[in-house]
């Protein structure tokens, strides 16, 4: 071990672990994203800086510092990772998203919609006719005849007895009703509707590449995932003295 430099681990007894780990997230992502990618990135939930800090403290924490003092040590650290987190917050950003993409459906190559529509129409109509007649006749007719008589030699026939001959007293009385009743009815209506609608759906039909299989797929989406922390933590050799075998 040097005589003028310390290990992180000498560092990280001397000021803790935590306190160290501190000096390498205190970035915001903020400084490089806008809000709303930020928030994919949270969403998402598949990297953190906290992690990343102490993924670097471990990484690094047998290898010595390459300044003189903690302090000097602490602003490098604090400076660098402002430096490569510029470039590295899209990427960061990027692979959250990557995350939501499902890579059999993203690498459709053609999609195309067709468009049917129907056209219905009913027409109806109807038409009653009604007519009717009706008659009655009533035909009533009617007589009485009381004859007293205080000479009753011989007979009296009614003609005579009406015309008041041979008679005392005569109470007669004839009557002859007759009543005609005609009724005629009729009725017509005419009934029609009419009704019609369209029917519109649409057929979407997607595809892939036909010379790429599902399989091709996966693997070219696995190729595109990096290894974003093992790059940002690559990056940070400079803050420690060279290792020669």
Known sequence: MSNYTMTLKRVCDVYGTDEVISWFNQYELRSYLTQEQVDIIEDTDIWSKDVLATQIVNHYMTREIAYETPYLFRHHAKVKMDEIMEKYAPLIYAKSLQMTFNPLTGNQTFSENETYTKTNADTSS???SNTG???STTSNSGSSLNVHNDTPQG??????ILGGSYATDVEATENENQANDSTSTSSSGTASGESSGTETFTKTRTGFDLKMTKADMVLNYKKSITAINSQIIEELNSLFFALFD
């Open 126 to 128: 109807s038409e009653t």
């Open 133 to 135: 007649t009706a008659t």
């Open 155 to 160: 007979q009296i026939s009614k003609s005579a």
